[in-house]
């Protein structure tokens, strides 16, 4: 069971290579329009100390709303596609986005929750990364809900949900 536990964190901590090689989409900084941090993810900061050995610090759920062009291009990229549990979201069956941050920094290369199955809804998409990140981006894009209309509450779902996800593995794993 812990064989098949680790498996599944690594695939959400860093978008290991059985992701990489399925269809992914990767969006950098030029794609992002604004940054909307909504809370706390201490489960993927445990996660990632189990898994990798070692901490990334402080991991935070935050919304980034994507250009017309990189939504578009995201959207298209993937065709197979399902509901997601959470209500108005969709997930890609076979793939993810991928936010790439290296430009900015080795730091940002590989970053854990840096992939993400959930297709952006309304231009907006979700990651729980580390608090380093979410503040790199915060310092070059403006807040969402500053000018953009914005509701974070389906968002603030999504994070819930995902929490109670790694919780539950991390709660198998005890046993």
Wanted: positive net charge.
């Amino acid at each position: 069971m812990k064989i098949f536990l680790s498996l599944v964190v690594m695939a959400l901590w860093t978008g290991s290579q059985d992701v990489r090689a399925q269809n992914v989409f990767t969006i950098d900084e030029s794609a992002i329009e604004c940054i909307q941090v909504i809370g706390p993810a201490p489960e993927l900061r445990e996660m990632s100390r189990r898994v990798a050995k070692k901490d990334p610090g402080r991991m935070v759920g935050f919304v980034v709303k994507l250009s017309e062009k990189a939504n578009r291009h995201a959207l298209d990229a993937f065709g197979d596609v399902t509901d997601s549990p959470y209500e108005g979201f969709r997930q890609s069956r076979g793939g993810a986005i991928r936010l790439d941050l290296s430009a900015a920094g080795d730091e940002f290369h590989d970053a854990p929750g840096a992939t993400t199955p959930t297709l952006p809804r309304d231009r907006f998409l979700l990651f729980t990364m580390s608090e380093t990140v979410a503040d790199y981006i915060s310092g070059q894009r403006s807040r969402c809900g500053s000018r953009t209309r914005f509701d974070k509450a389906p968002f603030e779902q999504l994070l819930r949900g995902n929490r109670e996800t790694l919780r539950g593995m991390l709660d198998q794993e005890r046993r």
